[in-house]
């Protein structure tokens, strides 16, 4: 069977890059950090008020340690 390859353009938002490229250098920027940070919280903070507390973590985890032990495999 023949394989096509195709290049894909992969458009990063400039402040993204940005924040990766410091990350890549070791490079901390506490204002930046505060920035990021505030942003997570509104963004947390507008999801709670739409669609209310979403519990998911503690379930899968749950089901996925289940499974595990169901399966013969001891997952830590």
């Known amino acids: 069977m023949a394989t096509l390859e195709k ?9 993204v890059q940005a924040a990766v490229d410091r990350v ?3 490079v901390r920027d506490p204002d930046s950090m505060r920035r990021a940070a505030e942003r997570m919280d509104r963004m947390r903070e507008e999801m709670r008020q ?3 507390n979403v519990n ?3 379930p899968l985890i749950s089901e996925t340690r ?3 032990f169901r ?3 001891n997952i830590k």
């Open 24 to 26: 890549l250098e070791g």
């Open 50 to 52: 739409r669609v209310g």
């Open 56 to 58: 998911l973590a503690v």
């Open 7 to 15: 290049l894909v353009a992969i458009i990063v938002d400039p402040e």
């Open 66 to 68: 289940d499974e595990g």
């Open 71 to 73: 399966s013969g495999r």
